[in-house]
């Protein structure tokens, strides 16, 4: 029943939630009173385009150019082609191009582009040398959050002549949270996501549809609520958000460096410490690998989902402290995605590395936040 009740409520949600942004000025009470008194959930649909051929031709027409990216783009890892960050800035500069054009042209982008943001057994499975997860993750769903970013910026901006701070804020930590993301691309393909989740509804609906409208929620709130933050308060967020970015990376970096160096490397001005931990394929054979404990892997297990917990915080902080949630849904729901992450990838590695795992355990005991968790 959870399952049934995730699977029907989730997209509806997320409609709920769209509807409110764009139509009831990011309040949830007057979503409610709609939906009680002036036509139910059918009012939400019927403000959806839903049979408009351009809506399908604009989702068909990315989902082409992602897959002749992925093929054509060359990339140097042997299991999963290393091209995200080459993908990703193409289709960022695609996207200037083609606004610029139309602009040109006396069009306004925003109304043909964002009505595609509103759509929406294996592990890895794969469809002509596509990589399926590869695709909805990161080449759709990552892609689309980016551009969702910079077309609502764009759409204030035509709207009210201006970007405000607050929008330029949010935008400017959320595309480069994104631009890291697909720099450090290579490094998502050992996580969970790539390794263990299967192509189900989770994964691909969520990639597909839930990234692009529920992630972007904070632009889509400030396209119709500009508020302006401030001078102090615009230096204060960004700073920290930049912050957060950088301690995030470099926390993910640490890893891999130490993989990458197979343990022989100095962090943080001393010789790594590291667990040489054995594992077994599915196939018998036995294979090592390098658990770091130093640095941010020995300050806890997940330290990197604070910054990244944090950094979120600041995008959404710019929607100041007034009575809305909206903005803070994706933060609240981030939370709890990462403390049950927490548990998800502990689960993976004890199964995985056995006695090893525990002595890493037992080296840093806490699993996100030191002496609390
Ligand atoms: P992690 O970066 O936590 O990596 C987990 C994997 O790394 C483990 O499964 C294990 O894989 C390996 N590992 C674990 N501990 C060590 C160690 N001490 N030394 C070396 N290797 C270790 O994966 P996540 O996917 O949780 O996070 C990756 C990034 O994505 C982070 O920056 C995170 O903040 C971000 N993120 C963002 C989300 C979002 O929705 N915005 C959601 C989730 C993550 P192996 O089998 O290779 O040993």
């Given amino acids: 029943?959870?399952?049934?009740?995730?699977?029907?409520?989730?997209?509806?949600?997320?409609?709920?939630?769209?509807?409110?942004?764009?139509?009831?000025?990011?309040s949830l009470t007057e979503l409610a009173d709609r939906l009680t008194n002036r036509g139910g959930p059918a009012l939400v649909w019927a403000a959806v385009s839903v049979a408009n051929p351009a809506v399908y031709a604009a989702i068909l027409a990315f989902c082409a150019f992602q897959v002749l990216l992925m093929l054509l783009v060359p990339g140097h890892v042997p299991e999963y082609k290393d091209n995200g960050f080459a993908c990703y800035l193409i289709t960022m500069a695609t996207f200037l191009a083609g606004t610029v054009y139309l602009k040109q042209r006396g069009l306004t982008p925003t109304r043909q582009l964002?009505?595609?943001?509103?759509?929406?057994?294996?592990?890895?499975?794969?469809?002509?040398?596509?990589?399926?997860?590869?695709?909805?993750?990161?080449?759709?769903?990552?892609?689309?959050?980016?551009?969702?970013?910079?077309?609502?910026?764009?759409?204030?901006?035509?709207?009210?002549?201006?970007v405000v701070d607050g929008m330029a804020v949010t935008a400017a930590l959320q595309l480069l949270y994104l631009t890291k993301f697909f720099w450090w691309e290579a490094g998502y393909y050992r996580t969970i996501d790539i390794i263990t989740d299967r192509a189900g509804f989770y994964i691909c609906w969520g990639c597909l549809c839930f990234v692009p409208s529920f992630y972007t929620l904070v632009s889509l709130f400030m396209v119709r609520q500009?508020?302006?933050?401030?001078?102090?308060?615009?230096?204060?967020?960004?700073?920290?958000?930049?912050?957060?970015?950088?301690?995030?990376?470099?926390?993910?970096?640490?890893?891999?460096?130490?993989?990458?160096?197979?343990?022989?490397?100095?962090?943080?001005?001393?010789?790594?410490?590291?667990?040489?931990?054995?594992?077994?394929?599915?196939?018998?054979?036995?294979?090592?690998?390098?658990?770091?404990?130093?640095?941010?892997?020995?300050?806890?297990?997940?330290?990197?989902?604070?910054?990244?917990?944090?950094?979120?915080?600041?995008?959404?902080?710019?929607?100041?402290t007034g009575c809305h949630i909206i903005p803070y849904m994706y933060f609240a729901f981030l939370s709890v995605l990462l403390f049950h992450r927490s548990f998800r990838d502990d689960k993976k590695c004890r199964d995985k590395y056995g006695k090893y795992w525990?002595?890493?355990?037992?080296?840093?005991?806490?699993?996100?936040?030191?002496?609390?968790?």
């Fill in 226 to 320: 500009p508020e302006p933050v401030g001078p102090a308060w615009t230096a204060a967020l960004l700073g920290f958000g930049l912050a957060s970015l950088a301690v995030n990376y470099w926390s993910d970096w640490q890893k891999q460096a130490a993989r990458a160096a197979d343990g022989q490397l100095n962090i943080w001005g001393r010789p790594a410490r590291v667990i040489r931990a054995k594992y077994s394929l599915e196939n018998g054979q036995e294979r090592q690998s390098v658990l770091l404990a130093s640095g941010f892997w020995a300050v806890s297990r997940h330290f990197h989902y604070i910054p990244e917990l944090s950094l979120t915080l600041c995008w959404s902080a710019v929607c100041g």
């Fill in 1 to 26: 029943s959870y399952r049934c009740c995730s699977f029907c409520w989730v997209p509806q949600s997320v409609m709920y939630l769209w509807y409110a942004s764009v139509h009831c000025q990011g």
């Fill in 114 to 162: 964002p009505v595609r943001l509103l759509l929406g057994h294996r592990a890895l499975p794969r469809i002509c040398g596509i990589d399926i997860k590869v695709f909805t993750n990161c080449r759709f769903g990552l892609t689309v959050w980016a551009l969702a970013v910079a077309v609502f910026a764009l759409k204030s901006y035509e709207l009210h002549g201006r």
């Fill in 358 to 373: 525990s002595e890493y355990c037992k080296l840093v005991p806490y699993k996100i936040v030191p002496f609390l968790f």
